[in-house]
T-cell receptor, first 109, second 117 residues
Framework: ELKVEQNPLFLSMQEGKNYTIYCNYS?????LYWYRQDPGKSLESLFV?????AVKQEGRLMASLDTKARLSTLHITAAVHDLSATYFC?????????FGTGTSLTVIP | DGGITQSPKYLFRKEGQNVTLSCEQN?????MYWYRQDPGQGLRLIYY???????QKGDIAEGYSVSREKKESFPLTVTSAQKNPTAFYLC????????????????FGDGTRLSIL
């Protein structure tokens, strides 16, 4: 059974600080996506990572993919309150999407 | 604009009642999915369909049923056999023949929040 594990599950960080969220998965795949979910809302696609070494950046968020290590990271730079949300990674095997457990991020002043 | 429409936004179920959640997409996507999300939890796959008139069970299909008679529509019925239906239900779709990388991830509807009366 394919497993997608994120850590940490909960993250509380101060504004202006940096932190990294990790997504480990247990099968071979070169397609990985990151989503954001605000409380009570649906999921919004953030990043599409399609090959080993892929790096994408949008504002204060940067995502990367290492297919050999089966690891993706979401790095937060100089956090601001607007980034408070739950972040999910999802592995695309071509047949199904497998979602991580989610990381609930709270940015405090 | 293209997208996924889920209705209703809120739904209440009486004991012993079946209820149906609607999911319609105009993205011309082949594949559609239903997920359940409990408070503070991740997404669990209920059913998915890669093509019209075909669907497969996900990880938690018991107590649910679906149909896929049209490409655009993938309704989910929560039956009385589902004893704990209170959750946030999300419908998603994806393309089997994406023209651009942005088409690869699943696109999600706004969700239906189901509660028991």
């Amino acid at each position: 059974e394919l497993k997608v594990e994120q850590n940490p599950l909960f993250l509380s960080m101060q504004e202006g600080k940096n932190y990294t969220i990790y997504c480990n998965y247990s099968t071979t795949s070169d397609r990985l996506y990151w989503y954001r979910q605000d409380p009570g809302k649906s999921l919004e696609s953030l990043f599409v990572l399609l090959s080993n070494g892929a790096v994408k950046q949008e504002g204060r968020l940067m995502a990367s993919l290492d297919t050999k290590a089966r690891l993706s990271t979401l790095h937060i730079t100089a956090a601001v309150h607007d980034l408070s949300a739950t972040y999910f990674c999802a592995v695309d095997t071509g047949n199904q999407f497998y979602f991580g457990t989610g990381t609930s991020l709270t940015v405090i002043p | 604009d293209g997208g996924i429409t889920q209705s209703p936004k809120y739904l209440f179920r009486k004991e012993g009642q079946n209820v149906t959640l609607s999911c319609e997409q105009n993205l011309n996507h082949d594949a559609m999915y239903w997920y359940r999300q409990d408070p503070g939890q991740g997404l669990r796959l209920i059913y998915y369909s890669q093509i019209v008139n075909d669907f497969q069970k996900g990880d938690i299909a018991e107590g649910y049923s679906v149909s896929r008679e049209k490409k655009e529509s993938f309704p989910l019925t929560v039956t009385s056999a589902q004893k704990n239906p209170t959750a946030f239900y999300l419908c998603a779709s994806s393309s089997n023949q994406p023209q651009h990388p942005i088409d690869l991830p699943q696109h999600f509807g706004d969700g239906t929040r189901l509660s028991i009366l």
